[in-house]
């Protein structure tokens, strides 16, 4: 009995090796990646599609001895450690400076008295005549503009 269970599963394993090379084959045999489809006739572009795809077929495809070299200006594995590393350093510097109670405030007061002395507000100037006759210009011609808006009871 034993045997022929082997046979079977054997069996089964050749049946899906021999389905899934067709189905390579098939989508192989369909799809060919060097010649694209042709347009539709019908469209008014097909023309330009056509050439644009028989240009395309020809067209130069790049070669291995056209790959960039490898650039020499870029740091080594051993320089980004070291720099990573320097980073790192200078975070727990940085959180060692900063961490509670390690700063206190002081001379606020004489720090205050300096902003104000470079801020300099000027003293606000009272309004002249001309200043008044030209908001009251403005305010006329505003007004002149303006229109009422449509009644309700219409």
């Not at 594995?77 to 510097?93: D, H, I, N, S």
Request: glycine content about 4%; overall charge positive.
């Amino acid at each position: 009995m034993n045997d022929q269970t082997g046979k079977i599963v054997r069996l089964g394993v050749h049946i899906r090796s021999a389905i899934l090379m067709g189905a390579v084959v098939g989508v192989a045999g369909c799809a060919s990646p060097f010649t694209p489809p042709p347009a539709d006739p019908a469209s008014p572009v097909a023309a330009a599609a056509n050439a644009a795809a028989k240009a395309s077929t020809h067209a130069t495809r790049p070669t291995f001895a056209e790959i960039p070299a490898i650039p020499t200006d870029i740091r080594t594995p051993v320089q980004f450690k070291k720099a990573v590393g320097a980073e790192k350093l200078a975070a727990e510097e940085l959180k060692r400076q900063t961490a509670p109670n390690t700063w206190t405030l002081s001379d606020t007061e004489g720090y205050a008295s300096k902003a104000r002395r470079v801020a300099k507000v000027p003293a606000p100037a009272a309004p002249t005549d001309a200043d008044r006759a030209a908001t009251e210009a403005f305010a006329k011609a505003a007004r002149d503009r303006a229109t009422a808006p449509p009644s309700k009871s219409q």
